[in-house]
Protein backbone atom coordinates (compact mmCIF):
# COMPACT_ATOMS: atom_id res chain seq x y z
CA UNK A 1 0.00 0.00 0.00
CA UNK A 2 1.21 3.05 -0.95
CA UNK A 3 1.90 6.12 1.52
CA UNK A 4 0.54 9.16 1.11
CA UNK A 5 1.57 12.73 1.95
CA UNK A 6 -0.54 13.48 5.05
CA UNK A 7 0.43 16.93 5.00
CA UNK A 8 -1.04 17.31 1.15
CA UNK A 9 -4.13 15.73 2.59
CA UNK A 10 -5.17 17.53 4.73
CA UNK A 11 -4.10 20.65 2.93
CA UNK A 12 -6.34 19.69 0.76
CA UNK A 13 -9.56 18.60 2.96
CA UNK A 14 -8.82 20.72 6.09
CA UNK A 15 -12.21 23.23 5.73
CA UNK A 16 -14.21 20.28 4.59
CA UNK A 17 -12.98 17.83 7.90
CA UNK A 18 -13.41 20.71 10.53
CA UNK A 19 -16.90 21.17 9.60
CA UNK A 20 -17.22 17.50 10.08
CA UNK A 21 -15.16 17.01 12.92
CA UNK A 22 -15.90 20.53 15.16
CA UNK A 23 -18.22 19.14 17.07
CA UNK A 24 -17.62 15.74 17.53
CA UNK A 25 -17.03 15.46 21.17
CA UNK A 26 -20.43 15.78 21.70
CA UNK A 27 -21.13 12.81 20.95
CA UNK A 28 -17.87 11.01 22.59
CA UNK A 29 -18.58 10.72 26.03
CA UNK A 30 -15.66 8.50 26.52
CA UNK A 31 -13.45 11.04 25.18
CA UNK A 32 -14.19 13.63 27.04
CA UNK A 33 -14.10 11.84 30.44
CA UNK A 34 -10.38 10.62 29.32
CA UNK A 35 -9.72 14.69 28.47
CA UNK A 36 -11.25 15.62 31.94
CA UNK A 37 -9.12 13.42 33.86
CA UNK A 38 -6.22 14.84 31.59
CA UNK A 39 -6.98 18.25 32.41
CA UNK A 40 -7.35 17.56 36.10
CA UNK A 41 -3.89 15.46 36.06
CA UNK A 42 -1.62 18.06 33.91
CA UNK A 43 -0.30 21.03 35.60
CA UNK A 44 1.99 23.09 32.91
CA UNK A 45 2.67 23.49 29.12
CA UNK A 46 1.06 21.02 26.96
CA UNK A 47 1.09 20.32 23.65
CA UNK A 48 -2.09 18.82 21.40
CA UNK A 49 0.15 17.10 18.41
CA UNK A 50 -2.15 16.55 15.28
CA UNK A 51 -4.22 18.75 16.47
CA UNK A 52 -5.98 19.28 12.96
CA UNK A 53 -8.00 21.94 11.03
CA UNK A 54 -10.77 22.04 13.76
CA UNK A 55 -8.90 22.47 17.07
CA UNK A 56 -11.56 21.21 18.88
CA UNK A 57 -9.67 18.80 20.90
CA UNK A 58 -7.34 21.77 21.88
CA UNK A 59 -10.16 24.06 22.37
CA UNK A 60 -12.10 21.41 24.80
CA UNK A 61 -8.75 21.68 27.24
CA UNK A 62 -8.80 25.57 27.29
CA UNK A 63 -12.09 25.52 28.17
CA UNK A 64 -10.70 23.69 31.22
CA UNK A 65 -7.81 25.48 32.06
CA UNK A 66 -5.05 23.35 30.52
CA UNK A 67 -2.05 25.94 28.99
CA UNK A 68 -1.72 24.13 25.64
CA UNK A 69 -0.80 24.50 21.88
CA UNK A 70 -2.33 23.02 18.80
CA UNK A 71 0.17 21.68 16.62
CA UNK A 72 -0.12 20.01 13.19
CA UNK A 73 1.65 19.22 10.02
CA UNK A 74 -0.47 20.93 7.69
CA UNK A 75 -0.26 24.17 6.84
CA UNK A 76 -3.25 25.07 6.12
CA UNK A 77 -5.06 22.60 8.90
CA UNK A 78 -3.17 25.67 11.11
CA UNK A 79 -4.74 28.55 9.63
CA UNK A 80 -8.24 27.22 9.79
CA UNK A 81 -7.66 26.11 13.05
CA UNK A 82 -6.01 29.55 14.10
CA UNK A 83 -9.20 31.06 12.17
CA UNK A 84 -11.94 29.21 14.19
CA UNK A 85 -10.10 29.88 17.75
CA UNK A 86 -8.77 33.19 17.23
CA UNK A 87 -7.25 33.49 20.55
CA UNK A 88 -5.49 29.66 20.64
CA UNK A 89 -2.21 28.84 19.86
CA UNK A 90 -1.66 26.51 16.80
CA UNK A 91 2.09 26.13 15.22
CA UNK A 92 2.97 23.69 12.58
CA UNK A 93 4.78 20.68 13.31
CA UNK A 94 5.42 17.18 12.42
CA UNK A 95 5.10 14.46 15.42
CA UNK A 96 8.11 13.52 14.38
CA UNK A 97 10.12 16.18 15.47
CA UNK A 98 8.04 17.49 17.54
CA UNK A 99 8.75 21.93 17.93
CA UNK A 100 9.52 21.38 22.16
CA UNK A 101 12.77 20.93 23.42
CA UNK A 102 13.64 18.15 25.61
CA UNK A 103 11.28 17.48 28.53
CA UNK A 104 9.58 20.92 28.02
CA UNK A 105 5.80 19.78 28.51
CA UNK A 106 3.69 18.99 31.53
CA UNK A 107 1.86 16.86 28.93
CA UNK A 108 1.34 15.82 25.51
CA UNK A 109 -2.31 14.80 23.75
CA UNK A 110 -2.06 12.91 20.34
CA UNK A 111 -5.75 11.58 19.12
CA UNK A 112 -5.69 9.68 16.28
CA UNK A 113 -2.94 11.98 14.80
CA UNK A 114 0.15 8.58 14.44
CA UNK A 115 -2.57 6.63 13.02
CA UNK A 116 -1.38 8.50 9.89
CA UNK A 117 2.02 7.38 10.02
CA UNK A 118 3.37 4.11 8.35
CA UNK A 119 4.07 1.61 11.04
CA UNK A 120 7.68 1.39 10.73
CA UNK A 121 7.67 4.80 11.35
CA UNK A 122 5.56 4.54 14.79
CA UNK A 123 9.04 4.17 17.01
CA UNK A 124 10.42 7.34 15.78
CA UNK A 125 7.44 9.05 16.61
CA UNK A 126 6.50 7.18 20.21
CA UNK A 127 10.18 8.31 21.33
CA UNK A 128 9.71 12.01 20.03
CA UNK A 129 6.67 12.10 22.33
CA UNK A 130 8.50 11.10 25.58
CA UNK A 131 11.52 13.26 24.44
CA UNK A 132 9.20 16.14 25.30
CA UNK A 133 7.93 15.28 28.00
CA UNK A 134 8.91 16.58 31.60
CA UNK A 135 9.71 14.09 34.63
CA UNK A 136 6.40 12.40 35.61
CA UNK A 137 4.47 14.19 32.44
CA UNK A 138 1.59 12.50 30.94
CA UNK A 139 0.82 11.40 27.50
CA UNK A 140 -3.03 10.39 25.91
CA UNK A 141 -2.66 8.58 23.39
CA UNK A 142 -5.51 7.41 21.32
CA UNK A 143 -5.34 5.20 17.76
CA UNK A 144 -7.75 2.78 15.66
CA UNK A 145 -7.41 -0.93 16.54
CA UNK A 146 -7.34 -3.50 14.31
CA UNK A 147 -4.72 -5.56 12.05
CA UNK A 148 -2.90 -4.21 9.27
CA UNK A 149 -3.49 -0.80 7.38
CA UNK A 150 -6.66 0.58 6.04
CA UNK A 151 -7.37 3.84 3.79
CA UNK A 152 -9.15 4.96 1.17
CA UNK A 153 -8.48 7.36 -1.99
CA UNK A 154 -11.12 9.40 -2.47
CA UNK A 155 -11.84 11.68 1.10
CA UNK A 156 -14.50 14.41 1.33
CA UNK A 157 -15.02 14.74 -2.10
CA UNK A 158 -11.39 14.84 -2.94
CA UNK A 159 -9.41 12.89 -5.08
CA UNK A 160 -6.87 12.66 -2.15
CA UNK A 161 -5.68 9.51 -0.52
CA UNK A 162 -5.75 8.90 3.14
CA UNK A 163 -3.74 5.65 5.11
CA UNK A 164 -4.46 4.36 8.94
CA UNK A 165 -1.82 2.32 10.43
CA UNK A 166 -4.15 -0.17 12.75
CA UNK A 167 -2.56 -1.48 16.27
CA UNK A 168 -3.94 -4.20 18.91
CA UNK A 169 -4.03 -3.49 22.78
CA UNK A 170 -0.78 -5.07 23.42
CA UNK A 171 1.70 -3.55 20.70
CA UNK A 172 0.20 0.30 21.19
CA UNK A 173 1.69 -0.72 24.76
CA UNK A 174 5.34 -1.92 23.40
CA UNK A 175 5.52 0.79 21.29
CA UNK A 176 4.92 3.37 24.05
CA UNK A 177 7.33 1.94 26.84
CA UNK A 178 9.68 0.96 24.42
CA UNK A 179 9.70 4.83 23.98
CA UNK A 180 10.71 4.80 27.65
CA UNK A 181 7.10 5.40 29.15
CA UNK A 182 5.33 3.53 32.00
CA UNK A 183 1.61 2.87 30.89
CA UNK A 184 -0.57 3.19 33.68
CA UNK A 185 -4.15 3.00 31.85
CA UNK A 186 -5.03 1.68 29.09
CA UNK A 187 -8.53 1.39 27.53
CA UNK A 188 -10.49 -0.21 24.45
CA UNK A 189 -14.27 0.71 23.20
CA UNK A 190 -16.61 -0.64 20.87
CA UNK A 191 -17.19 2.88 17.85
CA UNK A 192 -20.08 4.90 18.59
CA UNK A 193 -22.63 4.92 15.50
CA UNK A 194 -21.15 8.53 14.34
CA UNK A 195 -17.51 7.07 13.83
CA UNK A 196 -15.56 5.05 11.48
CA UNK A 197 -16.42 1.29 12.36
CA UNK A 198 -13.17 0.75 14.17
CA UNK A 199 -12.57 -0.44 17.78
CA UNK A 200 -10.85 2.48 19.98
CA UNK A 201 -7.53 2.53 21.89
CA UNK A 202 -6.51 4.79 24.22
CA UNK A 203 -2.99 4.99 26.82
CA UNK A 204 -2.41 7.15 29.56
CA UNK A 205 1.28 6.80 30.06
CA UNK A 206 3.88 8.65 32.18
CA UNK A 207 7.37 9.85 32.33
CA UNK A 208 9.55 7.95 34.62
CA UNK A 209 10.25 10.96 37.23
CA UNK A 210 14.06 11.52 37.22
CA UNK A 211 16.04 9.42 40.61
Known amino acids: MTWPDIRATYDAVA ?11 ANKPFDRALLDEFA ?28 IVGVDVSPVSVAEA ?15 AIPAADAALAGVIAFYS ?10 VA ?10 DGTLLLAMHAGVGETGVDEWFGREVSVRVTLV ?14 TVVERYERRPYPSEY ?4 LYVVARRTPLS
Open 168 to 181: DSDELTRLVESAGL
Open 197 to 200: PTPR
Open 15 to 25: TEYADAFAGEL
Open 40 to 67: ARVDGPVFDVGCGPAGHVTRYLVDRGVR
Open 126 to 135: FAELARVLAP
Open 114 to 123: AIHLPRAELP
Open 82 to 96: RRRNPNMDFRIGDLR
